[in-house]
T-cell receptor, first 109, second 118 residues
C-alpha cells in the first residue's frame, strides 16, 4: 500500500474550515484514500473515503487531486469536538489499514 | 446508528494469565479485524478474519494470539499467556462486504478494551 505523508499538527479557529492535507505520491490506480480520526484514546472513527472523485458527506469533504497524488480533508465548520488526530490511509481492497502518526488537529475557541 | 461494541472496557491481569477480549460486530458485517495501540504509539494491525478463517495477520500476531467467532455473533481475541508488553488498547473493527474489486470494505471500530498486564 502507498505511503502517506501528513503534517504532524495543525491549529484551526472554531467555526472556520479545517483543511488537512495528505500526500500519497506513490498511490496506484486501485488504491482508495481513507480518512479516520481518533479522539483521545477512543476507537478510530471513519470519516470519508474516495477513489478518484471528490466526495462529501455529513462530516466532511474529500478533495483528491486529478493525478491522485494528494488529497485534502475539509471540515467545513470546525468545532471543539473536532480536536483529534486525523489519519489519511491509502489502501487496496481487502488489505488491513496501516495507521501512521496522522495530523493532530487542535480547534481553538 | 449501529455500533461495534467491545467488552470488557478495561482488563487488568497478571503476567502469564490468559485473557479473552470480546467484540460484537455490526449485524450484517462479515469482515472482522483486531488492532492494538500501545500508549502513545500508532494503531497497529493484528489480524483480519473472514468466512471463519484468518485472512491476514501481522508479525505481532504470534502463537500466543488466537481469534474465533464461537457463536456466530461475538468475535474474540485470546491472548494465551500475557506479557507485560501486551499492555495496550485493543480495538475490534468490522466491515461489510463490498462488491469485489469495486468497493473497499470500510472498517468501523469499537471503543476498545484497555488491557493492563502486571
Amino acid at each position: 500500500d502507498a505511503k502517506t505523508t501528513q503534517p504532524p499538527s495543525m491549529d484551526c479557529a472554531e467555526g472556520r474550515a479545517a483543511n488537512l492535507p495528505c500526500n500519497h505520491s506513490t498511490i496506484s490506480g486501485n488504491e482508495y484514500v481513507y480518512w479516520y480520526r481518533q479522539i483521545h484514546s477512543q476507537g478510530p472513527q471513519y470519516i470519508i473515503h474516495g477513489l478518484k472523485n471528490n466526495e462529501t458527506n455529513e462530516m466532511a469533504s474529500l478533495i483528491i487531486t486529478e493525478d491522485r497524488k494528494s488529497s485534502t480533508l475539509i471540515l467545513p465548520h470546525a468545532t471543539l469536538r473536532d480536536t483529534a488526530v486525523y489519519y489519511c490511509i491509502v489502501i487496496r481492497t481487502g488489505n488491513q489499514f496501516y495507521f501512521g502518526t496522522g495530523t493532530s488537529l487542535t480547534v481553538i475557541p | 446508528e449501529p455500533e461495534v461494541t467491545q467488552t470488557p472496557s478495561h482488563q487488568v491481569t497478571q503476567m502469564g494469565q490468559e485473557v479473552i477480549l470480546r467484540c460484537v460486530p455490526i449485524s450484517n458485517h462479515l469482515y472482522f479485524y483486531w488492532y492494538r495501540q500501545i500508549l502513545g504509539q500508532k494503531v497497529e494491525f493484528l489480524v483480519s478474519f473472514y468466512n471463519n478463517e484468518i485472512s491476514e495477520k501481522s508479525e505481532i500476531f504470534d502463537d500466543q494470539f488466537s481469534v474465533e467467532r464461537p457463536d456466530g455473533s461475538n468475535f474474540t481475541l485470546k491472548i494465551r499467556s500475557t506479557k507485560l508488553e501486551d499492555s495496550a488498547m485493543y480495538f475490534c473493527a468490522t466491515g461489510v462486504a463490498g462488491l469485489a474489486g469495486r468497493y473497499q470494505e470500510t472498517q468501523y471500530f469499537g471503543p476498545g478494551t484497555r488491557l493492563l498486564v502486571l
